[in-house]
């Protein structure tokens, strides 16, 4: 089966950076997505890892080690905006290559 | 291009009722698939499609049912409506060059 773990919720002060973890144990392991959604809309692409290491872009940078099962989601600079749910995906092998979904992290940044 | 368009937005039904959620996209993707959303349990796949004339269940495939006959449209169908259906359904789409996933804007039903 799949198991993928990420906080509930988290808030942030305006201007810090936060760091959003997520845990996964499944069954094969091709990469793992980070998602954006803000609420009442659709969620969106933010990073894809397949090798381990820390892929940086822009304000936001996404880590893997694929030997833990680990990832995060790294935000700096926070802004406002950056109110939304974070959501982890790992994609498994098989024929469809559809990813397995986390229940997504609530972030809420305030000034 | 849309990219990945739903309809309708909004939908109200009642206990028994049937209906079809749309969903099409016009990036030619291969794959597309039905995700339903509840508080606190993330995106659950409903039903999925790797090509025209092929579909496939995914994790909570119960009262849905799905068919793919072009490569534009995947629409979902609700046959009898239950309370537990009540959510938000989002489609999504991915070609065949990337793994990322599009989504469309979302259908939001209550089943009363």
């Known amino acids: 089966g799949q198991n993928i773990d990420q906080p509930t919720e988290m808030t942030a002060t305006e201007g810090a950076i936060v760091q959003i973890n997520c845990t996964y144990q499944?069954?094969?392991?091709?990469?793992l997505f980070w998602y954006q959604q803000h609420a009442g809309e659709a969620p969106t692409f933010l990073s894809y890892n397949v090798l381990d290491g820390l892929e940086e872009k822009g304000r936001f940078s996404s880590f893997l080690s694929r030997s833990k099962g680990y990832s995060y989601l790294l935000l700096k600079e926070l802004q406002m905006k950056d109110s939304a749910s974070y959501l982890c995906?790992?994609?498994?092998?098989?024929?469809?290559?559809?990813?397995?979904f986390g229940r997504g992290t609530s972030l809420i940044v305030h000034p | 291009n849309a990219g990945v368009t739903q309809t309708p937005k909004f939908q109200v039904l009642k206990t028994g009722q049937s209906m079809t959620l749309q969903c099409a996209q016009d990036m030619n993707h291969e794959y597309m698939s039905w995700y339903r959303q509840d508080p606190g349990m993330g995106l659950r796949l409903i039903h999925y499609?790797?090509?025209?004339?092929?579909?496939d269940q995914g994790e909570v495939p119960n009262g849905y049912n799905v068919s793919r006959s072009t490569t534009e449209d995947f629409p979902l169908r609700l046959l009898s409506a239950a309370p537990s259906q009540t959510s938000v359904y989002f489609c999504?789409?991915?070609?065949?060059?990337?793994?990322?996933?599009?989504f469309g804007p979302g259908t939001r039903l209550t089943v009363t």
């Open positions: 995906a790992v994609l498994t092998p098989g024929g469809s290559y559809i990813p397995t």
């Open positions: 999504a789409s991915r070609g065949t060059e990337s793994y990322e996933q599009y």
């Open positions: 499609s790797v090509g025209a004339g092929i579909t």
């Open positions: 499944t069954s094969g392991f091709n990469g």
